[in-house]
């Protein structure tokens, strides 16, 4: 079946460091791919997403691009801020149903 | 209010107990969801109602019972659950059509099994 394999956290950073978190898919069709991230104590909130090949989603200074030939949709920030302390987790859909990553802990110190 | 909203946050239950989550959502979705969500897990998908057909999946317990009276509200029945079955539980509505299907997740309900 369809499933995301993303790094394995924690990750530390310090602010306006470079981040990245790698994310990876296996799926028979063409599915849709998304970023979502869960602030302490809340519910999960969508970041961006890509619908096709080589879609860019974008929000917030996240980025990332839906690359077929690899099966991979890397989240990337250029400069993070201590508000972006967060699980991030990447995700796919087939239809109507999401399979998600296990989720990356991210913690940027001041 | 808008949103999907969640209660209880928090619930604390013993393994004979009976008790029920519920969701509501103010999005005019015609999908909702129930994920299980443990420490250091990927997500895990445990009900689906979309257009009135439920989609479930075959590992969950009986124990967890859903029901979905209509489009707005999302219950999750629970009985004589054990210890594993803590976690955060989390309900997500969104509306099914062709391209992407983006979710709207509330915040959760905690529960603890003693």
């Known amino acids: 079946g369809d499933s995301v394999t993303q790094m394995e956290g924690p990750v530390t950073l310090s602010e306006e460091a470079f981040l990245t978190i790698n994310c990876t898919y296996t799926?028979?069709?063409?599915?849709?791919l998304f970023w979502y991230v869960q602030y302490p104590g809340e519910g999960l909130q969508l970041l961006l997403k890509a619908t096709k090949a080589d879609d860019k989603g974008s929000n917030k200074g996240f980025e990332a691009t839906y690359r077929k030939e690899t099966t991979s949709f890397h989240l990337e920030k250029g400069s993070v801020q201590v508000s972006d302390s967060a699980v991030y987790f990447c995700a796919l859909s087939d239809d109507y149903k999401l399979s998600f990553g296990a989720g990356t802990t991210v913690t940027v110190r001041a | 209010e808008t949103g999907v909203t969640q209660t209880p946050r928090h619930l604390v239950m013993g393994m004979t107990n009976k008790k029920s989550l519920k969701c509501e959502q103010h999005l005019g979705h015609n999908a909702m969801y129930w994920y299980k969500q443990s420490a250091k897990k990927p997500l895990e998908l445990m009900f689906v109602?979309?257009?009135?057909?439920?989609?479930e999946n075959n590992s969950v317990p009986s124990r967890f019972s859903p029901e979905c009276p209509n489009s707005s509200h999302l219950f999750l029945h629970l009985h004589t659950l054990q210890p594993e079955d803590s976690a955060l539980y989390l309900c997500?509505?969104?509306?099914?059509?062709?391209?992407?299907?983006?979710?709207?997740f509330g915040a959760g309900s905690r529960l603890t099994v003693l």
């Open positions: 997500a509505s969104s509306q099914k059509a062709s391209g992407a299907n983006v979710l709207t």
């Open positions: 109602y979309s257009l009135e057909e439920r989609v």
């Open positions: 799926a028979t069709g063409y599915p849709s």
